[in-house]
Structure formats: structure tokens, C-alpha cells
């Protein structure tokens, strides 16, 4: 679908326009993740917003707020989907009881004494004499369904059936973490899938005579658990003057939207088929009454989907700058999913619905694709998950896509030329441990602040480094002018030509041998470039040597998994702890309970294997490149042998990654899992700790020296 490029002037908001999006956004969420249509019914419920958004936002009264809310509904065309405004609630109700002269009685509700037990009693007995009953259970808005409930009493309900009956079960659309929307790659397992709940089953008395029952509803009644049995089983008819009603055994949930509306929402459907029937307000009793003198049908099974397959999320990617309903649709997707489906939302430093509100604003107004882009950015920072990461090319252009051919760090909270890559910058003078002072005539403070707030960071030193990776880039081909000092004293200023191919080259943090063996009989692996293939080479030459240095100070190639079971020859050694959410409904106030959630756990072991294993000491290098896989290897070598961590504190991120769209062409990156070490210990925003801490400093660079080996060489020496 295209998106509307035309920007006009925004209205002024509406005085309650703060309070009525962010409720509309937790509705829209709520069904896109809970509603059990949308798990394998083809509805477009991005237009379904889209369209209605612009009614919601021009509603000068309530009465206006609910129909422009009941024109999103209606995309769902379900009868237990529905927007009300709320009336009055009555403190009481009373029965009215009418025996009709053919043996029929209508039993209904009036406002009066409240109910109780005798009331109960006296139902039981109306309904004991009669051939046909007609449940009159239409209420006025706020009214309490008291004949609704009085129904499922035991004694009463018992009256309705000689056999047992059983409500139909019913099944909701449940989530084990958010499915990514790109990237073969990416983790697997998170999946949806449907829940089925067995329905209630209600007793019977085998004196009670078989009668045909009917049950007349309106949106603000619900037919009792009996009546739904009742129906389920072929003995009842229900009809509706409402094109909306609930059904006990149906869940649902009441979302309040602010000024007096208020929306049900289904969570479940039932696996049996339960027709009701429409009618006019006035013969509605007339209607019961022609039904019931007709054969009952029993209804059939639900042929629903067996598995859910629900439409694909769509990026709009045609569009950089998508029209105004299009930006909301996007911060309700980023607040919903990192509501639902990020791991860590209990660590973030601030409420993510209090985020939510803060920016959305910001998406309203944000006058370009830039802007527009950058509140995402901004927004997702604050989730403080170095996977928290952003795609989109309007990103890559504010950012820039190549590098130049220098790798540059933090060293000593200074950006210091660590390696060079670039021929004309060695001819230029240019050495390691030269510092820069100004990128384009800005002062690389002035670009570190400017950039930092929409860099999503674990931990400090990860930020630092993140945003060092990228604070030279700009344009591919173009020249980045670089004011650098020299340790020679002298400023230089600068021109080098970035290039994308920068990129590839500056993936491997290291050059030189991957396996070595240093003096003192100690071997050495690069496991930043060492492949599951070379592992056994690996071992092989260091089958003799009094201790193993693993340089993890980068990203792995997934050697973990050979490596540590090399390491110990236990058994089912327990690596890490797993837990991630599930997400069973929404999490909705309900009664007494304001906030509820659900996770899963599981206890990763190391694998096995029947090769020799390493008796040595082992220790691993780590610093703020150490990071997700690179972290998980720190868990998996610490569960083996207890190996020692030596440098400085790793980046605090691992989980494994999931992602989805928003419009813009915009692809979002985050936490699935909350990953812990085996005895439940905190890893994500902490690192892995080194056991002996040691930096590199700037006169190391420049003397050429790695001084985080220099001590793990020491330290295992001993």
C-alpha cells in the first residue's frame, strides 16, 4: 500500500487528544497481538488505523469518539469486539417474572430490590413449570447483569438440563517471543500458536425436564456460561439486538479509552460454532417466541485454522516520510513490542509507558524523514539494549554509510587512532596512538553528544565504543576532513577518502596469526577470526602447553560450542540461564491485580563430546568490543573450567536478537531472551567482569604494545 506524501499543517491538538491516542494505541495493540482473528483472518489492521485516525482525532464529543472507534473495530467484524460509552451504573435490580397462558415464561430484569437467594429460589421454580423460557437479559448501559449471573447459580442453571453440559473450550492466540519479520538468520524459535482452554462444565439435576430455551441480548449483556452450554449443545437459540454481544466463556478484555468510552475486546473464540441471530429491539420477544417452535439445531465444530499464520507486517518502505497516521501507527507498534516481547524491560532506567507518552508528540510533529527517523532512534535508546539497534537508509545517511580507514577507540575517554588503514594516512604522518580533535570542522565532542542520544547502549563502555564506530563515516567516496594531534606534538590536518570497503577490512579487530604459540609455553587463539573448523587444530597444538589465552575482545565465529566441551569432562554442565517473555494475554488491570506477566525459563547446557580434553589453565581477553556471542563464550568457557576473565568490563548484551518494521522502511533489532549466568547471575547492562582488570593507555598504542595480553601472559606465567 502507498502512503500519502502530502503534508499539510497539523490541527491543534484537540484538549484531549493527549489522553485519547495513547489509549487508542493500547487497544490496537492489544488486538494485533491478542485477538485471535488477526492470528489467520487476512484484515489489514495498519488501515484499519490509518483510517480511523483521522475521525478519532476530529471527535468533538464522546458520542463521536466511540463511533470513530467503532469504525476501526469494524475491520474485525466481530460481534465481541465493540466501543461503548459507559452509563450510570444502578445499585440494584430486581426479576420480573411472566408466566405466559401457553406455558412459556419470560423472565426479565427490572431496576428494583437487589438479588439474592431467594430470588434464586424463585427463578428455579418459575423455570421448574414452564414448556419454553425466554431469557430477557437486555440491560441499559452501566446497568449490572444481575440475571446473567443469577443464571449460573447452581440451583437455578441445574433447572435447564437432565444431562451434564459443557461450555465449548476456547482458544486464544498466545506469543514465545516476537517472530522476526526479517533475516533467515536471526533466532528461530520465537513462535505464536494457538492455547486451547477446556470449557466449563456444569451440572445437571436427571429430574429436571428437557424445555427449549432462548436468550435475548444487547451489547451491554452477556450470555451466562449455562446459556452458552445450552447453545453449544443444540438446547437454546440466542438472539441479539445488538450486531454486538458477548458470550460467557469468551474472553475478553475491557480497555478504557478515556471520556466515558470504553472497548471490549475478544481474546478467545470457541471451537464450536455459536450462531446468533439479529433482531429488531421491538419483536425481539416475538422473535424467541418463533424460534422456540421450531426444531433446535445443534451446532457444529468451528472449522477454524489449525496453526496461525497472521499477515505479514508491512515496512511501507516506498516512503521515507510517511503521513501522520502512519507515524502514530509506528509508535504504537515500537511501544507494543518492546512492551510484550523485550526481555530486559524490567532493567530500562525509566516506565516504558511513560517514554511512550513523552514521545509521541515527537512523532506527530517531527516535520521530515530525518526528524522522523531520529525520534525512533531517540526512543528506542532508552531501552538501553546494545541489540536496540536501527536500519533504514534515512539512518544510514544522518549517520553515514563509510568509514574511513582508521579504527578508532576510547582510550583514556580519548578518540585514539588504534590502527590504520589507509595509505595516504601513513603518508600524511599519521600514527597509532594520534588523537582526533574535529571531523568536517566539528569538534568530535560536539558529534560524539550530538549522536550519542540515538545510539541504544547496554553499558557505558559499549556506547563508547558504538559510537566511535561510526563518528568518522559520511558519504560513500567522500573526503573526511580530520584535524589529528600526533605525539610528536604537531596538529594535522587531514583528508581521507571514506569507502565502504573500510568496512569489511575493519570487521577483524586483530591481524597476524589466529593460533600461536607464545613464549613461556602458553598458546594463544584469536577468536575474533578462528572458524569451528580450525578448533581441533587449535587443540591439537596446544595439547602440551601450561595454559590456553583466548582473545575474545570482539565477535566470535560460533566456536563456542566446539571449545567448551573440550574444556571439562563433566556432564550436563549448566551453562546459562534463559528466561524470556510470554506472552499469554494482555497485561490489563483486572479486579485487584494492576499489572501481570508471564516468562519461560530454561537451563542451556554445554554439549558434549568424546574428544581429549585441555587440563591447562585458560583465560579469555575481554573489553567493551566483547559482546552477545562473544559474552555467551565467556559463560560457556566460566561454566567449563572456571576459565578467568582479563581485561576490561564486556559490553552487557546478549539474548538472542528478533526484530520488526515500522513504516519508513525502518527495521527495529532487540533482546528476545534475558541470558544469565549458570547460577542466575546478571549479565546484561553489568558485562562479564574481569578477575584481574587491566586497560590499554595511550602510551601503549604508541609504543605498539597489547597490554591486556602483556598481562594475561603474566598472570598465567605465575
Keep these: 500500500m502507498a502512503l500519502a506524501t502530502a503534508q499539510f499543517a497539523l490541527p491543534k491538538q484537540a484538549p484531549t487528544e493527549k489522553e485519547r491516542l495513547p489509549a487508542v494505541g493500547k487497544l490496537w495493540v492489544t488486538i494485533k497481538y491478542f485477538h485471535p482473528y488477526l492470528a489467520y483472518r487476512d484484515i489489514d489492521w495498519d488501515k484499519a488505523l490509518v483510517e480511523a485516525l483521522p475521525k478519532i482525532r476530529a471527535a468533538g464529543n464522546s458520542a463521536e469518539y466511540r463511533a470513530a472507534v467503532q469504525s476501526m473495530l469494524d475491520a474485525l467484524h466481530d460481534p465481541a469486539t465493540y466501543a461503548v460509552v459507559k452509563g450510570s451504573e444502578e445499585s440494584a435490580a430486581s426479576l420480573k417474572i411472566d408466566r405466559q397462558p401457553n406455558g412459556m415464561v419470560i423472565v426479565s430484569q427490572t431496576s428494583g430490590s437487589p438479588t439474592n437467594r431467594k430470588q434464586a429460589s424463585e427463578l428455579a421454580k418459575a423455570i421448574a413449570s414452564a414448556s419454553t423460557v425466554v431469557f430477557d437479559l437486555r440491560v441499559p448501559a452501566g446497568s449490572p447483569d444481575y440475571l446473567s449471573q443469577l443464571l449460573d447459580d447452581d440451583g437455578v442453571s441445574k433447572e435447564l438440563s437432565r444431562v451434564p453440559l459443557d461450555a465449548p473450550p476456547q482458544r486464544l492466540w498466545i506469543h514465545n517471543g516476537l517472530t522476526a519479520a526479517s533475516g533467515s538468520t536471526l533466532f528461530s524459535d520465537y513462535h505464536s500458536a494457538f492455547y486451547t482452554k477446556s470449557g466449563l462444565h456444569l451440572p445437571n439435576d436427571p429430574s429436571a425436564q428437557d424445555r427449549k430455551v432462548a436468550f435475548i441480548l444487547n451489547e451491554n449483556s452477556p450470555l451466562p456460561a449455562i446459556g452458552s452450554a445450552l447453545l453449544a449443545n443444540g438446547k437454546a437459540v440466542v438472539l441479539a439486538e445488538s450486531p454486538h454481544y458477548q458470550i460467557s466463556g469468551v474472553e475478553t478484555a475491557a480497555i478504557p479509552m478515556g471520556e466515558d468510552v470504553e472497548a471490549i475486546v475478544r481474546l478467545s473464540e470457541p471451537l464450536v460454532s455459536q450462531q446468533v441471530r439479529t433482531v429488531p429491539h421491538d419483536n425481539a420477544l416475538d422473535q424467541a417466541a418463533a424460534a422456540l417452535s421450531k426444531p433446535l439445531v445443534t451446532p457444529s465444530a468451528n472449522p477454524l485454522p489449525a496453526y496461525p499464520s497472521p499477515r505479514p507486517d508491512q515496512a511501507y518502505s516506498d516512503v521515507r516520510y510517511p503521513s501522520v497516521e502512519y507515524r502514530i501507527l509506528a509508535a504504537y507498534k515500537i511501544w507494543g513490542v518492546f512492551r510484550y516481547f523485550f526481555a530486559y524491560r524490567d532493567l530500562m532506567d525509566e516506565d516504558w509507558d511513560d517514554i511512550f507518552v513523552r514521545f509521541f508528540p515527537k512523532f506527530i510533529a517531527a516535520k521530515d524523514a530525518r526528524e522522523y527517523n531520529l525520534t525512533i532512534a531517540e526512543m528506542v535508546a532508552y531501552t538501553a539494549d546494545s541489540h536496540s539497534y536501527i536500519r533504514s537508509d534515512e539512518l544510514t545517511d544522518y549517520f553515514g554509510k563509510s568509514p574511513v580507514g582508521l579504527r578508532l577507540r576510547l582510550i583514556e575517554k580519548k578518540p585514539v587512532i588504534t590502527q590504520i588503514l589507509d595509505e595516504d594516512a601513513t603518508k600524511a604522518g ?100 578462528l572458524t569451528p573448523e580450525q578448533v581441533d587444530e587449535m587443540f591439537n597444538k596446544f595439547r602440551d602447553t601450561k595454559a590456553i589465552i583466548f582473545d575474545v575482545r570482539g565477535y566470535p ?146 609504543e605498539g604494545r597489547d597490554e591486556v595480553l602483556e598481562k594475561a601472559i603474566e598472570y598465567v606465567s605465575k
Excluded: C
Aim: proline share 5%; charged share 20%; net charge neutral.
Design 430 to 529: 599519521i600514527q597509532a596512538g594520534d588523537i582526533v580533535s574535529k571531523v568536517d570542522g566539528e569538534s568530535i565532542i560536539d558529534r560524539f553528544n550530538r549522536e550519542s542520544p540515538y545510539v541504544s547502549s547496554s553499558t557505558p563502555q559499549w556506547h563508547g565504543y558504538r559510537v566511535m564506530q561510526q563518528i568518522l563515516n559520511g558519504p560513500e567516496g567522500s573526503m573526511a576532513a580530520l584535524t589529528i594531534g600526533g605525539q610528536d606534538g604537531r596538529t594535522r590536518e587531514v583528508s581521507l577518502k571514506r569507502a565502504s570497503s573500510y568496512s569489511t577490512v575493519l570487521r577483524d579487530q586483530r591481524t597476524g596469526e589466529v593460533i600461536k604459540l607464545l613464549p613461556g609455553n602458553i598458546g594463544y587463539a584469536d577468536l575474533d577470526r
Design 557 to 702: 565465529h560460533g566456536t563456542a560450542w566446539s571449545i567448551a566441551p573440550r574444556l571439562t569432562a563433566e556432564k550436563d554442565v549448566a551453562a546459562a540461564v534463559f528466561t524470556g517473555p510470554l506472552s499469554l494475554g494482555p497485561d490489563l488491570p483486572l479486579g485487584d491485580m494492576l499489572t501481570s506477566t508471564a516468562s519461560y525459563f530454561f537451563v542451556q547446557r554445554l554439549p558434549t563430546t568424546d574428544q581429549w580434553k585441555y587440563k591447562g589453565k585458560t583465560v579469555m581477553l575481554i573489553d567493551e568490543r566483547t559482546i552477545s556471542q562473544a559474552e555467551h563464550t565467556g559463560l560457556f568457557f566460566e561454566a567449563a573450567n572456571k576459565t578467568e576473565f582479563i581485561g576490561t568490563p564486556s559490553a552487557g548484551a546478549n539474548g538472542d536478537v528478533t526484530n520488526f518494521v515500522v513504516p519508513g522502511g525502518i527495521t527495529i533489532n532487540f533482546s528476545g531472551h534475558d541470558v544469565r549466568h549458570a547460577n542466575g547471575g546478571k549479565l546484561q547492562r553489568l558485562g562479564l567482569q574481569p578477575s584481574v582488570t587491566v586497560a590499554p593507555s595511550i602510551r601503549g598504542i604508541r
